[in-house]
């Protein structure tokens, strides 16, 4: 199993989930560094997303947006605060305006990405610390049509199960 | 889906409740167990006016509910409400967890 648990903390806000893969840190370190493996699993395949900016540095700042199947961009940004490879990685989020600003009001989540070498597998540790009320409805609202699209997921993957099998 | 379920006012009070810290704390404790708006005064530098408001902020976003005791106030945690607040964090969860099979996809290609 790829998710090995999440912890869910509703009056701190906060979400931990913990997951192992087959494959080196490295490995699971580029799916972060290289921003065209980034878009691939960032946004489900109906809402892909497309990375305009994107500086693999402290301090440094990314910007996307994400298509959606009528063609609506709903764009965000992040302002990477630590970067350790292959080790350990740290950002703010928030939502951007239609020319990429951020809207600062809104607020901005954080999260942390720790990665360790467990055995022959890599364990990715992701924990998202949401700042204000705002900010957090919008993650859902955002979320939400990624969410619609989660049985529609698992769907495809049983097919693709069925046709390795 | 539970954002269909919550009035925008109703997450507005949910989400502005949560986003102090003694408020956190009260609701951690009244979770747990039951106080009077006077012990919980006691457990923080601040006036009993300002606890009290605090309560009553918590009370509006239905995290806590307040009922009076001879001349106490006692305060107990709300399940309900801090159930909406787990049920909007499942949602984002459903978000990761889809985000984690699709990097699994992705690392399997190697």
Known sequence: MTVISSTKNPEA???????????????????????????????PPTWPATFEQYEFEPGGKASYYM???????P???????????PTRLEFDDGFADENGAPVEDIGAGHAIVTIEEIGDRTRMTILSIFESEEQMKKMIDMGM????QEAAGQIDALISEHSRA | MVVDQLS????????????????RDIVRRVTIGEYSVSGLAALYAMSFAAVQKHVAVLERASLITKEKRGREQIVRGNHDGLQKARQLLDEYEAIWRQRVE???DILAEK
């Open chain 2, 102 to 104: 699709r990097i699994a």
């Open chain 1, 67 to 73: 298509t959606g199947p009528d063609g609506e961009k």
């Open chain 1, 75 to 85: 764009r965000g940004w992040w302002r990477i605060t630590s970067v350790q490879a």
């Open chain 2, 8 to 23: 925008e006012t109703e997450l507005d009070r949910l989400f502005q409740a949560l986003a102090d810290a003694t408020r």
């Open chain 1, 145 to 148: 049509e990624e969410g619609m």
């Open chain 1, 13 to 43: 806000l906060t979400l931990t989930l913990v997951a192992e893969f087959d494959a080196s840190p490295e490995q699971v370190w580029q799916i972060w560094e290289n921003p065209r493996q980034l878009e691939r699993w960032w946004g």
